[in-house]
């Protein structure tokens, strides 16, 4: 099966610029997530959606990020304007996110979108 | 929030070796994943134990639990120069009843295994 598209791969911006990234899930996979990962840490969760509405975006910077997912397929994360802490890899997954089944779980992801804000 | 904690933060070791990492994690959870994150395949989950099982294999990797220490292991056994990697353990914020969850990852540990 076809994994998790994202584009741009690299990108590099000037601070107080805007930038979007565009992800294209898994077909069939209800939840989608993005995550940043600032070097040498972990991911960090910015939002999740479940189809088409938001499940959780208490880590999201409002006033700067925004993220939609249009008929519960494909998803763009949208920084406006950027900060030079907002350089990162920004990555999109998704999950089957049936009830039960360690399937559910299991979350599969793209290649990153790498944001280099000078 | 929970968040589960990798140790150690760096390992370097020879082919053939085993590698062990461990994680640590503050609140209950109903199940541990690890991924592997290297710069050709990305993030990949691993394995994935749930709260009820104390160990679990998949080809050379074994993966215990132990909820009374809140902890979990990953042994990579007879490591190859392709396992060459950050792994992450991912616990969810929250029990769920099923669905999707929402997961918080540890800073990882970066194993190097030298031919």
């Known amino acids: 099966e076809a994994g998790v598209a994202q584009s741009p791969r690299y990108k590099i911006i000037e601070k107080r610029q805007s930038v979007a990234f565009w992800c294209n899930p898994i077909s069939g996979h209800a939840t989608l997530y993005w995550y940043q990962q600032i070097l040498g840490q972990g991911p960090k969760l910015l939002i999740q959606f479940q189809n088409n509405g938001v499940v959780d975006d208490s880590q999201l910077p409002k006033d700067r990020f925004s993220a939609e997912r249009l008929k519960g397929v494909d998803s763009t994360l949208k920084i406006q304007p950027a900060k030079l802490e907002d350089s990162a890899v920004y990555l999109c997954?998704?999950?089957?996110?049936?009830?039960?089944?360690?399937?559910?779980?299991?979350?599969?992801f793209g290649p990153g979108t790498r944001l280099t804000v000078t | 929030s929970q968040q589960g904690e990798e140790d150690p933060q760096a390992l370097s070791i020879q082919e053939g070796e085993n590698a062990t990492m461990n994680c640590s994690y503050k609140?209950?959870?109903?199940?541990l994943q690890w991924y592997r994150q290297n710069s050709g395949r990305g993030l990949v989950h691993l394995i994935l134990i749930r709260s009820n099982e104390r160990e679990k294999h998949s080809g050379r990797l074994r993966v215990t639990l132990d909820t009374s220490k809140k902890s979990s292991s990953l042994l990579i056994t007879a490591s190859r120069a392709a396992d060459t990697a950050s792994y992450f353990c991912a616990t969810p914020s929250s029990i769920t009843q099923g669905g999707s969850e929402k997961l918080v990852f540890g800073k990882g540990t970066k194993l190097t295994v030298n031919p």
């Open positions: 997954a998704s999950s089957l996110a049936l009830a039960g089944g360690e399937r559910a779980y299991e979350q599969y």
């Open positions: 609140t209950s959870i109903n199940n």
